[in-house]
């Protein structure tokens, strides 16, 4: 099993996070492609679907490894920024519609393209999105949200923020706070053998773990980012509780995983009991890729 060549590390307070690294090794997807390097290199067209509609966007991708999106991450345009419902893995050379959310309320109008957002909603609306879409799939097969409390989480958000938004967008949230944002991620120090991190602002706990060191670093400005956001918008006392995230920890691996067909090339595996929501995007014959989990 993946977990058993994960260890946890040296816990830190990154402001009102505590954070303790999750430690491992090289695994699957040293090789794949994030949304931002894609963009950078002209191999992604996103844009509305034919007939232009809230819960679905088309992807193109004429990349050479498989491309990663990952949960809650924002595209911006279209007639409305959206987020992905669930993580997508897009093979090279293909095209895929893709399930999302919208978290600009106040507006549908616009081009029929998107850019990439370089944002990751932040760790609780991720949560929502899990337990929606999971249920969702037990229910119907299909990757599904409650679009209005989406909205209404982001618009709680911003007046937490005081962020005027025009359109309650929750991408004004990571603009207007984007010096402060940043000094998080200066003063969060990776390490060479970092595949993940578990978090706890106040009372809740989240974790991001990924199959490699590189996929990691990948990722971590925008999640660091994320976690950021939300530790400022609802700061709440928190406790060098280490004995707390062992527990989420090891709660992450009990048995009671469901398997689901992913988006794209995916295939996902998903937990929801009374003690913890829980993602896995799986890539291959059952390679895990990237972990989300919310402590409930």
């Not at 004995?243 to 709660?251: G, V």
Request: net charge negative; aromatic share 10%.
């Amino acid at each position: 099993m993946w977990h058993e060549n994960l260890k946890l590390g040296e816990p830190r307070f990154l402001r009102n996070l505590f954070i303790v690294p999750v430690i491992g090794s090289d695994g699957n997807g040293t090789d794949i492609v994030t949304l931002r390097e894609a963009q950078a290199n002209n191999w992604v067209r996103i844009s509305e679907a034919s007939s232009p509609t809230v819960p679905t966007i088309h992807i193109a991708y004429d990349g050479p490894n498989p491309l990663y999106l990952i949960d809650g991450e924002e595209l911006v345009g279209g007639y409305q920024n959206r987020i992905l419902n669930t993580a997508a893995l897009i093979a090279e050379h293909s095209e895929v519609d893709v399930p999302v959310s919208c978290v600009e309320q106040s507006r549908w109008s616009g081009e029929l393209t998107f850019a990439a957002g370089n944002t990751t909603s932040y760790p609780s609306l991720r949560a929502m999105l899990l337990e929606d879409v999971t249920r969702s799939l037990r229910a119907t097969r299909r990757f599904d949200t409650n679009q209005s409390r989406i909205w209404d989480s982001v618009a709680h958000t911003l007046e937490s923020l005081k962020v005027r938004s025009r359109t309650q967008s929750l991408h004004d949230a990571f603009t207007n706070l984007r010096d402060l944002l940043e000094e998080y991620c200066k003063e969060f120090e990776s390490h060479p053998h970092y595949v993940g991190m578990i978090v706890k602002m106040g009372n809740k706990c989240f974790a991001d773990i990924f199959a490699s060191p590189t996929l990691f670093d990948k990722y971590l400005p925008q999640l660091l980012e994320s976690y950021a956001l939300e530790s400022i918008a609802f700061a709440a006392p928190t406790s060098a509780d280490i004995d707390t995230l062992r527990e989420f920890f090891n709660t992450i691996w009990e048995d009671g995983w469901e398997t689901y067909p992913g988006v794209g090339i995916a295939h996902e595996a998903r937990k929801l009991n009374d003690k913890v929501a829980a993602r896995m995007t799986l890539h291959g014959e059952g390679n895990p890729i990237h972990l989300f989990a919310a402590a409930r």
